[in-house]
Each structure stands twice: as C-alpha cells, then as structure tokens.
C-alpha cells in the first residue's frame, strides 16, 4: 500500500496569503492518477485538481498543483475567505489511499 | 446534473449488517466505476471499496475485506455496499463518488453509527 504524508498538519495564514500544501509518497506515483480535494466542515469532498496538475471543472485558477514521482505540491496563489478549509491529497495506484490532510484556517 | 444521493444509514449494534444505496442522476451511470469512501467522526478519508463499470472488477481496503460487498445494478442506476459483522470503528459517514482514480462528485454521505 501506497502510504501518503501530508505537510505541514495546520496552516495558518491570512486571506491574501499564497499556501503551500506538501504530499509525499512512500512510493512513486503516477502523475495521472494523484487528485486534490478540498473539504469543509459537514460537506462532501470537492475535486479540485486531477493528473497532479489539470484543475476540475469550475475550480478558479489561483489553485494549482504540481510535481511527480513522490513529491507533489498544491498551491494557492492569493487565499479567499472560501479557502480556509481541509485538503486531502488521493492517490490511485496500488490500491485508493487519502493522506491525513491539511486544515487552512484563518490566522 | 450529476447527483448522488446516499441512504440506508442508521444506529446497528456491533455484529449487525446495514445495506447502503447510492442512487445516481444526470449522468450514464453504466460508464462509470464508482467509488465508497467512509470518514470517522473528526478524522480524514479512507477509501473502502471500488467496483469498475460492468461489475468486472472489484476491490477492498484491508479494513472492510470479508465484510464488505460492494454490487451495483445499472438497470436501476444505483450502488450499494452491504455491510456485515459491523464494529464500533466501522463507524462513518459513508460517501459514494464517481470514478476510482479520481473522483470527480461526491454524495452528501450518510452516517453509520455501530453502537450497543
């Protein structure tokens, strides 16, 4: 199994700020099949980038993902106040596994 | 519009069964594998089960296998998920979504509590 890390556990930041969201992978994956979702409390997760890098449908372009192999990268240029949220990075491989997120609050 | 909506969850003493249902709209249900994904009460996601379009191929986490069984019928467009030999750490909302690799709309879940 595939074990996926997430960095750092909480990010505190201001709205205006740029985020640096980390996943990091026991094993290589496959840029094509390493998504990003956000969540917040009482809703369903929200796909937001697919193929590492290509954004779903209706994301706005301030976010964007990035890097391969084990190491990948989601990036919000400029936080909204809609931001603040959990991201979970999801990799398909050798099985399905989430890493154990990233919360963005409000600093 | 693509929509996925849950039932079946309740309150089920440890060793009970409950059976899910996920009936999905707006899009050609057939084409697509789908997805059960569960989170415990304030913790992240785990993945539980997956079965591919025709029923052809199905997988489990480790966590579910052997009391789990993942079936769909796509005359009726839905997907369920028995669940058997519950435990108190099988408690969940339980959220099906479209597509394995990446799964691109979620349910609103529904909430399994196993409990005495």
């Known amino acids: 199994e595939i074990v996926l890390t997430q960095s750092p556990g909480t990010l505190s930041l201001s709205p205006g700020e740029r985020a640096t969201l980390s996943c990091r992978a026991s094993?290589?994956?496959?840029?094509?099949?390493l998504a990003w979702y956000q969540q917040k409390p009482g809703q369903a997760p929200r796909l937001l980038i697919y193929?590492?890098?290509s954004r779903a449908t209706g994301i706005p372009d301030r976010f964007s993902g990035s890097g391969s192999g084990t190491d990948f990268t989601l990036t919000i240029s400029r936080l909204e106040p809609e931001d603040f949220a959990v991201y979970y990075c999801?990799?398909?491989?050798?099985?399905?596994?989430f890493g154990p997120g990233t919360k963005v609050d409000i600093k | 519009e693509v929509q996925l909506v849950e039932s079946g969850g309740g309150l089920v003493k440890p060793g009970g069964s409950l059976r899910l249902s996920c009936a999905a709209s707006?899009?050609?249900?057939?084409?697509?594998?789908m997805n059960w994904v569960r989170q415990a009460p304030g913790k992240g996601l785990e993945w539980v089960s997956s079965?591919?379009?025709?029923?052809?191929?199905?997988y489990y986490a480790d966590s579910v296998k052997g009391r789990f069984t993942i079936s769909r019928d796509n005359a009726k467009n839905s997907l369920y998920l028995q669940m058997n030999s519950l435990r108190a750490e099988d408690t969940a909302v339980y959220y099906c979504?479209?597509?394995?690799?990446?799964?691109?709309?979620w349910g609103q879940g529904t909430l399994v509590t196993v409990s005495s």
């Open positions: 094993q290589s994956v496959s840029s094509s099949y």
């Open positions: 979504a479209r597509g394995v690799t990446t799964s691109d709309y």
């Open positions: 193929g590492a890098s």
């Open positions: 079965i591919s379009s025709s029923s052809s191929y199905i």
């Open positions: 999801q990799q398909y491989g050798r099985g399905v596994t």
């Open positions: 707006g899009f050609t249900f057939s084409s697509y594998s």
